[in-house]
């Protein structure tokens, strides 16, 4: 089974492409999600409320996201100290995931700092989706509702687009919704194929 990584900048498109590949039958990780539900744990929101300070603890005693948002992405020091308590607790429950989807060709995580935290080195092949700038601000400000300036500092703490191009094995410009599925199908064709010669390798060297 290959484990593949897709991402992509701040309103590219990847949850779109997530959703696709999860329609063909690909079992499909969201971090997101799971990152999400770890910011609830008790003895999370107390390592993230010693963090960012009370005022990010709500009076039903769970982390106001859209706050520490606001403060994180203003604050590079913090957003980093932030990923350190999340990120791992994602890893760690990715791995146990992967292993009830072992009969699967390939599986997908959706991960949105995929490059910057790392994670990539653990992946066979990397999907990033792009799309033009000025196409990603329009989609998040009518999105979260959020001003150009809030999307932009959003955008200025992941890795340019270029660079996530240059490391990725398949690209996917999600410009055009049609065209961007013709993308899609024909990298899961290739994926598939791919997973296949590897479990016959697998298969002839044991």
């Known amino acids: ?20 590949f999860s329609t063909l039958g690909v079992p499909v990780y969201i971090a997101d999600i799971e990152a999400k539900k770890i910011l609830n744990l ?25 706050l520490l948002a606001g403060m994180v992405f203003s604050n590079p020091e913090m957003l980093q100290s932030l990923n350190g308590i999340i990120h791992p607790r994602v890893r760690s429950h990715f791995k146990a995931w992967v292993l009830t989807h072992s009969e699967h ?17 653990n992946f066979d092949k990397i999907v990033v989706v792009v799309a033009p700038l000025e196409e ?3 989609r998040v400000m009518l999105r979260d509702g959020l001003s150009r300036e809030d999307v932009m500092a959003r955008v200025d ?14 690209v996917i410009l999600n410009s055009d919704r049609d065209q961007a599925l013709i993308q899609a199908l024909e990298i899961h064709r290739q994926l598939k194929a791919l997973a296949l010669e590897f479990k016959t390798i697998k298969n002839n060297i044991k």
């Open 1 to 20: 089974m290959l484990k593949v990584g897709l991402t992509g900048s701040i309103g590219s498109g990847k949850s779109t492409l997530a959703r696709v």
């Open 42 to 66: 008790p003895e999370v929101v107390a390592q993230v409320v010693s963090l960012a300070g009370e005022q990010v603890r709500q009076p039903d005693g769970l982390i106001d996201r859209k």
């Open 105 to 121: 060709d390939y599986i997908i995580q959706e991960a949105a700092i995929l490059f910057e935290s790392g994670s990539y080195k």
């Open 136 to 138: 990603r601000i329009e």
């Open 157 to 170: 703490n992941q890795l340019p687009q270029e660079e996530k191009i240059k490391m990725a094995d398949f």
